[in-house]
């Protein structure tokens, strides 16, 4: 089935380390972004893609970047993690203009 | 400071009752209001959505009010199921950005 394809679906990462959350999706859609997703917070937005090689930043940039070498691919990553970015990262995709949002089933990180 | 506010936090509801989820928004720019579902591990999928110059839509159980002098809107399923049960998330968008409420648990006893 066509979709969103995150990885990994969850990790246990020490403080101050490097980390990469990779999103592909096979919908062709133009647009990108990264939420995450905390109890009583809802989904917030992280990063956004409106296209490749342009990318902007959501309401909760702070710690976190992000690249879009191409279409498929849009990769969260975290320099130096910190406990207060455990969370579940979600990664989807839609149209431009359109406002239907196409997620992944999501990657669960805890930051100890 | 959310832009979108949701209520109630969880709901409890019956085989066959109605379950009503309500949304208020501030921003006047925002041009799209859509609800969407998310089950345990899962991401969230697109429910049902309305835009701003429509004040109800209809798909099957689930309907759309909007309500745009007062800024909210709500979300109605008729005939509740125990499938039902999942947590709802209200959004409302502007452009590329896409803000959610904090979700409602529902969970529908049979």
């Known amino acids: 089935i066509a979709g969103i394809t995150q990885a990994p679906t969850s990790q246990i990462l020490a403080a101050g380390r490097r980390m990469t959350l990779r999103c592909t999706q096979d919908?062709?859609?133009?647009?990108m972004y990264w939420y995450r997703q905390d109890l009583g917070l809802g989904l917030r937005l992280i990063h956004y893609?409106?296209?490749?090689?342009?990318?902007g930043k959501g309401e909760v940039p702070d710690g976190y970047s992000v690249s879009r070498a191409n279409t498929d691919d849009f990769p969260l990553t975290l320099a130096s993690a910190v406990p207060s970015q455990t969370s579940v990262y979600f990664c989807?995709?839609?149209?431009?203009?359109?406002?239907?949002?196409?997620f992944g089933e999501g990657s669960r990180l805890t930051v100890l | 400071q959310q832009q979108v506010k949701q209520s109630p936090q969880s709901l409890i509801v019956q085989k066959g009752g109605i379950s009503i989820i309500n949304c208020a928004y501030e921003?006047?720019?925002?041009?799209?209001f859509p609800w969407y579902q998310q089950f345990p591990g899962k991401g969230p999928a697109l429910l049902i959505a309305?835009?701003?110059?429509?004040s109800e839509k209809k798909e099957g159980r689930f309907t759309i009010s909007f309500n745009k002098s007062a800024k909210q809107f709500s979300l109605h399923i008729m005939d509740s199921q125990p499938g039902d049960s999942a947590t709802y998330f209200c959004?409302?968008?502007?452009?590329?950005?896409?803000?959610f409420g904090a979700g409602t648990r529902l969970t529908v006893k049979p």
């Open positions: 959004a409302a968008r502007v452009r590329n950005d896409m803000r």
């Open positions: 989807a995709s839609s149209e431009v203009s359109a406002g239907e949002l196409f």
């Open positions: 921003n006047t720019a925002f041009d799209y």
């Open positions: 893609s409106n296209t490749a090689g342009t990318t």
């Open positions: 919908m062709r859609h133009n647009a």
């Open positions: 309305i835009r701003p110059d429509v």
